[in-house]
């Protein structure tokens, strides 16, 4: 069992400082989502690496797409066996540094991937991307213990904002100073890698030095991997008694999986569908970090006021209009041109769908943490972000693989209409969500887990 209480203080919250060191894992850890796979190397791999200009690069973007999926899939296998490891011998921590260390050795050798190095692209990507990935789930691990129920949206908001201001910097240097990823300009370009390596080494360092470890090991004399399919068998008989957090985490494969689709190809669909400038792609990065840290932030404050489910329901909504606007944005700009004698530009346009999108992304990945946080009991925190971290991947898989397949036959533009039927059917599942009722199950489990959590199991609240 945890002795979660220690090292908190007497309002329920850990200190600042470790708020602050486990936020820091956001910051730094953003260098790699946005400069390898949203913004930088993801235009690269497809349009220089692979290239292909006579099919659309639909080749380019499938094999992009396989790379991602094939990571993804490796932390659903992965993912919830690693957390009840973690749990029963209190090492997050440990497991946390595995993959920091993965994820930058593997960036870093993104370096040596040179146009037609297809096959030693395709392995860099699915190897750091799954390092990344795991840590992602095993830092999310930690929030529970960070402070009180009513406040995890907010401390979970901090971390995303964070971590947006974290990619401003690192990609805004990145942008400035290595330039366009074009074949041009590959020998500045392909140090991207290395950056975004050392950007994550040196800055998550805060999160080693001040975030606890408030397990406590329970005995060793049993393997791993005893250890990890037992408590995961022990784990899926118990989701009988977490009903929302199981119905929760089934909404969360839809709309993650039209979240990882926007992450992956956003700036191949600028590159590739609206043709945007340099000057444009740079300006759309900046609007998106300040606008995805806001969405966080305000959206972590309104959480905490209206309740999770409310405002995770709220973010899916505003995803649907963000992505209606991506796919209609050449013909609305040919519209308002021949409408209004204007003279714009559909890459101009873009800019304020962007605004759009960044609030979506920011407030909808916070949203989903703190929810999946309120529903786990301290003691299988671990093994419960682990099954979050089970239900993004393979919302990254079903979204990323049914992207890739349908823009081969449609193209890019048309197949981005996807994530509206993915976000809908999220909203409609999220729909027989009772977010006290879930929260009353985790509390119940812990007050008493060893007589099969009636408790949880009777507290069946009115819809």
Not at 93 to 111: C, E, G, N, Q
Not at 202 to 229: D, M, N
Not at 243 to 250: A, G, H, I, R
Request: proline share 3%; aromatic share 14%.
């Amino acid at each position: 069992m945890l002795s979660a209480n220690s090292a908190k203080t007497t309002d329920g919250y850990a200190s600042r400082r470790e708020i602050f060191g486990w936020a820091m894992f956001d910051f730094a850890n953003q260098a790699y989502t946005l400069l390898i796979i949203t913004v930088v190397f993801g235009e690269l791999f497809t349009t220089v690496i692979v290239g292909d200009r006579g099919d659309n690069f639909r080749l380019a973007n499938f094999l992009w797409s396989l790379a991602l999926a094939v990571s993804y899939l490796m932390v659903v296998i992965t993912a919830p066996l690693c957390g009840a490891v973690m749990d029963y011998r209190a090492e997050k921590k440990r497991f946390l540094l595995i993959s920091y260390l993965a994820t930058v050795v593997t960036t870093a050798m993104l370096y040596f991937v040179e146009p037609g190095y297809v096959i030693t692209g395709l392995l860099l990507i699915v190897l750091s991307n799954y390092a990344y990935s795991m840590g992602e789930s095993f830092i999310a691990s930690f929030l529970p213990e960070l402070g009180p129920p009513q406040s995890l949206g907010k401390i979970s908001g901090f971390g995303w904002a964070l971590g947006y201001i974290g990619g401003l910097f690192a990609a805004g240097f990145t942008l400035v100073v290595l330039g366009e990823a074009s074949a041009d300009n590959f020998e500045r370009i392909r140090w991207v890698g290395p950056f975004a390596a050392g950007f994550f080494l040196i800055t998550a360092i805060p999160t080693f030095l001040w975030l606890k470890e408030r397990g406590k090991p329970q005995p060793r004399g049993v393997s791993y991997r005893h250890i990890a399919l037992n408590r995961v068998a022990t784990t899926f008989h118990e989701l009988r008694y977490f009903k929302d957090l199981t119905v929760f985490l089934v909404s969360l494969l839809f709309s993650m999986a039209g979240v990882y689709i926007i992450i992956a190809f956003a700036f191949i669909y600028g590159a590739q569908v609206i043709g945007w400038d340099e000057s444009v792609r740079n300006i759309m990065f900046i609007i998106v970090q300040i606008t995805a840290a806001a969405g966080a932030l305000g959206f972590g404050w309104i959480q905490d006021q209206l309740g999770a489910k409310r405002t995770y329901q709220m973010t899916l909504a505003l995803w649907v209009v963000a992505i209606i606007a991506i796919w209609a944005t050449p013909e609305v700009t040919q519209w308002i041109n021949g409408y209004f004698e204007l003279q714009w530009q559909a890459q101009h346009v873009f800019l304020v769908v962007g605004c759009l999108a960044g609030l979506s992304l920011g407030s909808s990945q916070s949203a989903s943490r703190a929810l999946v946080g309120l529903f786990s009991p301290l003691a299988k925190s671990a093994e419960f972000f682990g099954f979050w971290g089970l239900a993004n991947k393979l919302a990254g898989v079903l979204g990323i693989v049914m992207l890739g397949v349908l823009q081969t036959l449609v193209g890019l533009q048309a197949s981005i209409l996807l994530c509206v039927a993915l976000f809908v059917i999220a909203m409609l599942i999220c729909a027989r969500v009772n977010e006290r009722r879930g929260r009353e199950a985790a509390l119940a489990w812990e007050t008493n887990p060893h007589t099969n959590n009636n408790n949880a199991n009777e507290a069946s609240l009115p819809q």
